[in-house]
């Protein structure tokens, strides 16, 4: 949704991510952490290795336990809703360095790249320029901004190594997780600190990405006491204009951090853990930016005799951005430095009923204060300082009306300080006809609510305000009909199906003052319907080749209701393919070698420009990484990405100054012990 001063590279392009403050305090953990003793043997309850993942069957991994869709533990083919999981072999298999490079491996979402650093990223559509329908989680911490209601991908990394799996909903989750988890929720999860003990060390150098590095050391603190320090380390070069020249756009990030697992019984476990991080990257249209962060997360569980829990989590957040935007026709260049703090506290009650039902309840409160210093002339936010609060609570109660017949039903209710109160109610039905069967429906209603962009924005243009956000601008709202179908067609095949109509009142426009024309005021004058289906399967061909394939259909109409206005004519809410498919391959062959292989065709994009409709163009690419586990300790690999083209556009308005991902090979050398 670009604005005026905040171009396609402008305030989501605010994911201006620095690094050398931190190198000194990444470098000093990782030494740290080295000096420290070997620690002792993982105990039984500890999750399986690499090598014992590989092994596991296609029935095995069905069984997989997810928590992200019941906020309770569920089996994957149990599961009522259109859920995927990037497990931890995935990403390792494929080569991902960042988030948003695993990311690609989950078929129900879209992925656009836009620069070495900048992503959009959504599922069932709206992956416009600052998109807002996708509600992300870090171990349980939301890295949702309040700024324009959406994530800075660049900001949100870890060590993949110590990453145990990625589960990504497509579809609503607002019963369990609140606002803004409209059109899916990814949850991210890393390993525990009893699972990552002992030394692993990670090197890269190619082209595209020049260098990365990471470090990561495990021991034990006292008996049933765990920790894990690391540190990680990226240096991405340059990406291309059409015309071939550099677009200045390089990234350098670093980021470090600790993790605690203490279990003084069985029963009990306490998680404390954190991260900073710093980076900076070059923006196309000039000038640096820079991104620093830091955070802290406390969780305790226990685990009651009927298998029962509760858990209370809090964690502190902080976020610091400073990211210059061009000059615009509107408006001279500016610069937006914003400060974020989030103090978050939640709490939930998992009880089970008899063998017949269970029932998950919750209470949250998050208080954050976002600080905007007005270091632009002709662009900033009313008030500057906004201290918000948000409460909430839910409830959902899961049901065996008959046998292999479950019926959920549960509602959010939340309180934020710019529409009040907001519920978002769900109904879910689940059929398992056979134990490798599972067919399910869902109605839910989601909401997206207002960020600080659509009521605060103020854009002064002497002698009149060009842009502003609007008092009124009010929750934009979602009914969801969804359907699918989940089956082990045998033990080496799978498949699930996902259908879905989403209905979408009062999005955003830009609305048209009558007579003056200016100001532009952000209102909720659009409506629209999508409707679609996603499809995958895995196929288990040889006991050392697997592959795996997908394919999203998705049709979306947005226009402006009767009587009202849009300055982008309904187009700039929307940048999406209206089909997808990808097709991977796994091979473990002879001698400690693998080969992946991930191919990929995107359509090509509808995108805004200027109220007037533009095109990325389709494309297709092939990723492939070759591995050679040398010794038991020891692994080379060599990983090419986008290798179909020497460049192209996955993302903007096509012109010379649109940014082009480039191809990329890197080499990488593994030592764990």
Do not use: C
């Not at 991510?17 to 000194?24: E, F, Q, S």
């Not at 005799?305 to 000059?327: C, E, M, W």
């Not at 109160?421 to 879910?428: G, L, S, V």
């Not at 533009?614 to 492939?624: D, F, K, N, S, T």
């Amino acid at each position: 949704m670009p604005i005026a001063p905040l171009s396609p590279s402008g305030a989501k392009s605010a994911l201006s991510l620095g690094v050398r403050p931190l190198l000194t305090a990444a470098a000093s953990a990782a030494l740290l952490a080295l000096q420290a003793p070997i620690a002792s043997a993982q105990s039984e309850a500890a999750a399986p290795t690499v090598d014992q993942l590989k092994q596991l069957s296609l029935d095995d991994l069905m069984q997989t336990e997810v928590t992200s869709a019941a906020r309770h533990p569920e089996t994957l083919l149990d599961t009522a809703s259109a859920i995927q999981v990037i497990s931890s072999q995935d990403i390792d298999d494929f080569g991902a360095v960042t988030i948003p490079d695993a990311l690609q491996l989950a078929d129900n979402l879209d992925i656009a790249q836009k620069n070495p650093h900048d992503w959009a990223v959504s599922a069932r559509g709206f992956n416009s320029n600052l998109g807002d329908k996708m509600l992300v989680l870090i171990d349980g911490r939301s890295v949702y901004t309040p700024l324009f209601s959406g994530v800075f991908w660049n900001a949100q990394d870890y060590l993949l190594e110590d990453v145990d799996r990625i589960e990504v909903i497509s579809g609503p989750g607002g019963t369990l997780w609140g606002a803004n988890a409209v059109n899916g929720v990814i949850s991210v999860t890393t390993k525990s600190a009893q699972d990552t003990q002992g030394v692993y060390i990670e090197q890269g150098n190619g082209s595209g990405l020049q260098e990365f590095s990471g470090a990561r050391y495990g021991g034990t603190l006292a008996p049933n006491v765990y920790f894990r320090v690391y540190a990680k380390y990226m240096d991405y070069e340059d990406d291309l204009l059409p015309s071939g020249a550099d677009a200045s756009d390089a990234w350098k990030q670093g980021q470090a951090g600790f993790r605690i697992d203490a279990l003084p019984s069985a029963q009990n476990r306490f998680t404390l853990q954190g991260d900073i991080y710093s980076g900076d990257l070059d923006i196309e249209s000039g000038g640096n930016a820079r991104l620093e962060g830091n955070n802290l997360l406390g969780r305790w569980t226990d685990v009651l005799p009927n298998g029962s829990d509760i858990k209370l989590q809090v964690y502190y957040d902080r976020t610091h951005l400073s990211d210059p935007f061009g000059a615009s026709p509107f408006a001279p260049a500016g610069l937006l430095i914003d400060s974020l703090d989030t103090y978050d506290m939640d709490f939930q009650h998992h009880i089970v009923v008899g063998s017949r039902n269970e029932f998950v309840w919750g209470l949250g409160y998050r208080f954050t204060h976002d600080d905007v210093q007005q270091e632009a002339p002709n662009f900033g936010f009313e008030p500057p300082r906004l201290d918000q609060s948000l409460f909430s609570l839910f409830a959902q109660d899961e049901t065996e009306l008959e046998t292999n017949l479950h019926l959920t039903l549960g509602t959010k209710l939340e309180h934020n300080d710019f529409t009040g109160f907001e519920w978002e109610p769900n109904i879910r039905i689940s059929w398992t006809p056979s134990p490798r069967q599972n067919l399910w429906a869902a109605v839910s209603r989601a909401v997206r609510t207002p960020s600080r962009l659509d009521r605060d924005l103020a854009e002064p243009f002497e002698p009149v305000t060009l842009i502003e956000g609007s008092s009124s601008f009010v929750s934009e709202t979602l009914i969801a009909y969804e359907a699918g179908y989940r089956m082990q067609i045998n033990p080496r095949a799978s498949a699930s199906i996902s259908t879905f109509y989403n209905d979408y009142n009062d999005l955003r426009s830009l609305d048209v003052t009558p007579v003056t024309f200016v100001p532009l005021v952000y209102g909720n004058n659009l409506v629209g319907r999508t409707y679609g289906a996603e499809l995958s399967a895995t196929y288990q061909v040889l006991d050392w080749w697997k592959l795996r394939g997908g394919y999203d259909l998705l049709e979306e109409h947005i226009w402006v209701r009767a009587g009202g206005s849009d300055f982008y004519n309904a187009l700039d809410e929307t940048a999406d393919p209206k089909y997808k498919y990808s097709l991977r391959s796994s091979m473990d062959l002879p001698h400690g070698v693998a080969l992946d292989a991930d191919f990929r065709f995107v359509d090509s994009l509808r995108t805004d420009n200027g109220g007037v409709a533009a095109a990325v163009p389709a494309y297709y690419e092939l990723g492939v990484r070759l591995a050679w586990q040398v010794t038991k300790n020891l692994e080379l690999s060599v990983v090419g990405q986008n290798l179909l083209h020497r460049e192209h556009p996955e993302y903007g308005v096509p012109g010379p100054g649109n940014e082009e991902i480039q191809r990329t090979v890197f080499g990488k050398a593994a030592l764990r012990f």
